[in-house]
Each structure stands twice: as C-alpha cells, then as structure tokens.
C-alpha cells in the first residue's frame, strides 16, 4: 500500500538516504517497512538494525508496527530506542571504557538540578540555576568536555558554568552516576578516539534509521554520523518545516551537513499528505513557503475540499475561551464529535488557565497534556526511591535522592568523598556506609548520621520480608520521619494537604495492586510505566502547547492566541527566531484533519498590564480566500451564531430534564 516515492525510499540501501517527510505524509510506515526490507530482501540480521527516535512512546508505537510485519522474535532482536537508550545500552557494554562501574546510576532531571544546586554559589535565584544548567546543557550537547567548555567561554556566566561542570562531573564520577546529557555525550567521545571500539560498534549495528531528524542536535548527528561510517548505511527521516526545538539544542543545519558529509546522498521527498483536508494543506503551504528551504516540497491531498478556516476576533482572553467552548460544544452536537476528536493548541501554558475555566463551565471534559505527572511529584518520588532503594542496595541514584530527605545534616562535601571511597572500594554508596573503615574517614557528625541511616533501612528491610508493600509505604513515611517533616516545612496547608494526599494516593496504588506481589515486583512496574500508560485521558478535549501536538492529528483544531507577541512569542521575535515561530504555526494546522479555527484576542493582560493586539502576522500570509474572517461576512456569521444558540439550547433543554 506505499506511493511510489514510499516505496523508493524503502527499497535505497546503496548510499545514504534522506526522505523529507512532510506532515502526515506517512514517514513511520517507511521506517517500518525499510526494516522488513533490510531483513526479507536484504538478509540482515535484525539484531544488526537500529530504529532511533526521540521519545518512548514513539519507540514502543514503532516497534508496535514492526512486530506486525515480521515475526515476534525478530521484532524484539531489531533495536527500536531512543537516542539516550541507545546511549545506555552502549555505556552498560563500554561502561569500563567510561570510567564507570558495572551498575552505574543515571541522574533524573530533578537529580541533575539539585547537584548544579548544591555547586552553585549559595542563595543562588531559580534564573540563575536555570540559566547554569542550560549551559552546562548546551555544552554536553556540543560534545564538549569540561576543559574544552572553559577554553570556549566568552562570558562571565559562561565561565562560571563551565567551572561548575567540572565541579559537576567529578561529583558524577564519585557517585558512579551520568545524567543524561551523559548517555550521548560519552559514547560519542570514546566511539571518536577508540578505533577498535567504532569498528565494534559499526559491525554490531549495520543499519541506521532515524525518525525525526530535524530534531537532532550536534552531539547526536555526530553519534549517527561516527556509527554510520564511511559507507553510511542510514537513513533518516524527517521534515525541516517542522523543525521547532532549536531553544532544546535541536539544529536544522544537520539536514545540510548529511549532504557534505556524505556526497553521494540521495533525496527523496514524500509530499502526498493523507491526513489534511486540502484547504488546511493549502493554508499550511502558503504559510511555509514564506521561510527559506534547503530542499523546497509542496504537500498535497486527494482528500475532500473541507470547510472554511475560522478566524475569531475576540475581546480578551477569558471571550476567546468562552467561543471557544461554544464552538465546541457545537461540534459534539451538531458533527458527532466526541470529545477526544478535539484538540486546543497554545503557545504557552500561561494560556490554558482561562480555557480551563470555560471548559469548565460548559461540563466539556479536558485533559491537560504537559502538567505535572503524579509519578513525578517530589514527594511522590522521594518515597519510591526509598523502596528502590530497599529493593536494590546498590541504587546510587535513589541513595542520593533519600539520603537527606528528610534533613539528616549530610552535606554534599561528605557525599563527595563518600562516592570516591566507594569507588575505591568497588561497592555501592549503601555498603560504603556499612564499613566502619569507610566512617572513620568522614568527620564524626556526618559519619554518625549515615551510619544511622544504614541501620534504618536495614531494619526497613527486615519488615518488607512480613509485609504487604502498602504497609511498608506507611512504616517508611512513620519511621523516616518524612511526613512529619513534609507537614511541618509546608506552611501553605492547600498545598500541604495536596503533598500529603499524594502519598495517601501511591499508598492506596499499592495496595490496590495484586496481592501476593513482592515490594521490589511493585516498585519495578510503576518505575516502567509511562506517561502514557499511567495517564490515559480518555474522552476529552486535548489541550496542550503547540509544541507538545507535533506528531499528533484530530478531527477538529483550534489554535487560540494567534496574535502578535503570543505567536509569533516576542521573546522569539526579538532574538530573530521567526523562521522558527512560522514553522511552529505550521505544526499546529497540519494537526486538523477536517475543520481548523484560528483565534486571536485585541487586549491581553500581561504583568499585571493591558496591551492592545494585532492579529498573527502568520494570519495575513494565509490564503485568505480560504479563510472566514468572522464579523467580516454577514451571511456566514449568521450561520455560527445559531448553531451556537441551538447549542446554548440544548444544553439547558438537558439540564432541565435532569433536573
């Protein structure tokens, strides 16, 4: 069932291929089939294939696919992972190469800031931190080392970072740890300098795809490039017109350097789009087309017509919103749509706040894409580190994480030398604690407090072996002194009883979950969930940034705050990032699969200000014979303002008869 440039792209092996994959122009169906190819056609081994891409859900969907078109065994041997999976997997065969222990840990994000925390100057601002880590980002991403990043800095901030990263990695390679920065930073360096180690390497995996290429950053086109070799067997896939995360590192120009770095590329461009109707693909090429492009490609669609685009003129923010919800009851009215089949894009979080309330109020069902995971709570977190860590004693990581919460007078000085007598001693950071010839180095007050530490958990594990994991949970929070002090250093009750609350909920998780099931068994699933999978949300309106809806389509879209300053963002305008923004704007219409409405509103409050708008630049380089400017044709507005009343009707006609 491919098109024939589908097909073409799936059969080249001979050279380095990129396929520009415009939006909903099918480019997984092409990663999947490629694979059958390789290994029906081909006779690759799957073992010797490597799909990568750039999130887990992706990945498992991928391999999903492929499982479909050969058989289960041969699925599970091709490697179908994230860029920084594949990192892991490289470093848990190399680790010694790395300078790391068998077993090493690998630092979360809140992990990796609490340690730029703890080197930071004191009483450092949240800008400040943020502004460190970004740099400290930047600088593993340009595959740079500590000495490499003091020599480059041209700035105070970028000197003070640089002398922090050196700081950063010698408490990393104490703990036995890498953040993830880490999982493509290391294997990049020692796959460059080690010949014996590349070649290794190229043999293991002798074929590369890669989804989403236009995401990739200078480290990881550099791991591609160093895995692939002079031969070059890859392929990657992608479509620099939804390039959107240069601000994350992600650089475009690696669609260029495939093209110097390997002459004899070939191109091939899927341009049929299966997912729009015509008048949004005609929308979304006009806008584009107003960027420069290395390759130039022109989507298009067999698929119907489809309606006018709607744009709303609306008074203010909380006016946008309450159209908004109008509209949408309409569609699940009036079209049958159901809920799930409507998403509502936004530029930033800041924005969903008034769509929160109207959706509300109209008894729309919402799930918010972006907030804040319950897995993912401090608290939440805290207390699933201390059952890793009473599962598995050698969990340096979780040990980090628990070890001072709550405050037990253990600076990170003494858990620097901690690490590297451990190091020296080749064991855990837990065993270190255990050896009184370990103790006797550390000063007397902090070495009293770890050894207390060791006993607590010992005698926590003693109690895991009689009882139920809920149980345990409850012991932790008594015994460790964590929910008292929570409640105590929490003076905000709404947000005390929220914290609390938490822990009661991932108590009552547990002991809802089978019974019979060990600590460690319970504990393993909940680490290994994802998002996905622990957050279903079911039938409601999809909200979330424009950002977060790439790769995704509904029926219905609606795109709010299409107003100058909002998007495109005035930050972004400012530094010169139009491209950018107008790549971002074609994201969110080629989500619509049937009816697009773009919004925008003439005051905004900001800081406390009211400013007057104009609508999106982006609005006036549509076609606009394809747009329905609302207050602008009589006749069609009409048309909207009784199908809004009908619903309005409708709604209370219902309530009353529930009543």
Not at 34 to 45: G, V
Not at 192 to 207: H, P, V
Not at 320 to 336: D, F, G, M, P, Q
Request: proline content about 4%.
């Amino acid at each position: 069932m491919l098109n024939p440039q589908q097909l073409a792209a799936v059969e080249h092996c001979d050279s380095p291929l990129l396929v520009l994959a415009g939006a909903g122009s099918g480019k997984t169906s092409v990663i999947t089939e490629k694979i059958a190819w390789l290994i029906a056609r081909r006779r690759l081994a799957p073992s010797k294939i490597a799909a990568i891409t750039f999130t887990n859900k992706a990945a498992r969907e991928m391999r999903e696919r492929v499982g479909k078109l050969i058989n289960a065994e041969a699925a599970q041997a091709v490697t179908v992972c994230t860029f920084h999976a594949l990192g892991l997997k490289f470093l848990q065969t190399e680790h010694a190469r790395a300078g790391l222990r068998r077993g090493f840990s690998v630092l979360d994000a809140d992990d990796s800031g609490n340690l730029v925390k703890d080197l930071a100057p004191k009483g450092a601002k949240p800008d400040v931190l943020f502004g460190i880590r970004n740099l400290l980002g930047r600088a593993k991403n340009g595959g740079l080392t500590p000495q490499e990043a003091l020599a480059a800095a041209r700035s105070p901030r970028e000197l003070e970072a640089a002398t922090i990263y050196e700081m950063y990695q010698q408490r990393l390679a104490a703990f036995n740890a890498v953040d993830f920065d880490d999982l493509i930073r290391l294997p990049l360096r020692i796959l460059e300098a080690d010949g014996e180690c590349r070649d290794a390497w190229r043999e293991r995996l002798r074929y590369l795809l890669v989804d989403e290429y236009q995401d990739t950053n200078d480290a990881q086109y550099r791991l591609l490039k160093v895995l692939a070799g002079e031969r070059g067997a890859i392929t990657c896939v992608g479509d620099d017109d939804q390039s959107i995360y240069a601000w994350r590192g992600a650089n475009p120009e690696n669609i260029g350097q495939l093209g110097r770095d390997w002459p004899n590329l070939r191109v091939i461009k899927l341009e049929q789009n299966y997912r729009c109707g015509r008048r949004i693909l005609r929308a979304a090429n006009r806008l584009i087309g107003n960027n420069p492009h290395l390759h130039e490609k022109k989507l298009w669609s067999e698929l119907p017509e489809g309606a006018p685009i709607r744009v709303l003129e609306c008074k203010e923010a909380e006016h946008e919103a309450e159209r908004v919800a109008a509209i949408a009851t309409t569609l699940a009215e009036k079209h049958k749509a159901r809920w799930h089949d409507i998403a509502i894009l936004y530029r930033g979080n800041f924005q969903a706040r008034p769509l929160e309330k109207a959706l509300r109020l109209a008894q729309i069902p919402y799930h918010l894409t972006g907030a804040l995971s319950f897995l993912d709570r401090a608290e939440v977190k805290d207390l699933l580190c201390y059952l890793r860590l009473l599962t598995n004693p050698s969990d340096d990581a979780a040990f980090l994480r628990v070890v001072n919460c709550p405050k037990r007078e253990i600076g990170a000085t003494t858990l620097e030398k901690l690490g590297q007598l451990a190091q020296s001693k080749h064991c855990s950071l837990l065993e270190a604690t255990r050896s009184d010839a370990v103790l006797r180095q550390l000063s007397p007050r902090p070495a009293a407090a770890l050894a207390a530490f060791a006993e607590l958990l010992d005698e926590l594990r003693s109690a895991s072996l009689h009882e139920s994991a809920a149980d345990l949970v409850e012991r932790v929070l008594k015994r460790t002194g964590y929910a008292a002090q929570l409640a105590a250093s929490t003076p905000d009750a709404g947000v005390r009883e929220r914290k609390l609350g938490n822990l009661a909920e991932l108590t009552a998780w547990f002991r809802a979950m089978q019974k019979g099931a060990s600590t460690g068994d319970l504990a393993a699933q909940l680490a290994l969930l994802s998002h996905a999978d622990r957050d279903d949300p079911g039938n409601a309106v999809r909200m979330m940034t424009l950002h977060a809806a790439k790769g995704l389509e509904f029926r219905f879209v609606f795109i709010v705050g299409c107003e100058d300053g909002t998007l495109p963002h005035e930050g972004a305008l400012d530094e010169g990032r139009l491209d950018e923004e107008r790549r971002l704007m074609y994201v969110g219409i080629t989500r619509a699969k049937e009816l697009l409405t773009l919004s925008w509103s003439a005051k905004t409050r900001r800081y406390g200000e009211v400013h007057n708008n104009q609508p999106s630049r982006f609005l006036h380089e549509l076609p606009q014979a394809d747009l329905h400017w609302q207050g602008r044709d009589p006749e069609a507005d009409k048309e909207v303002v009784r199908e809004t009343a009908e619903s309005h009707l409708a709604k209370i006609a219902a309530m009353l008869a529930g009543s």
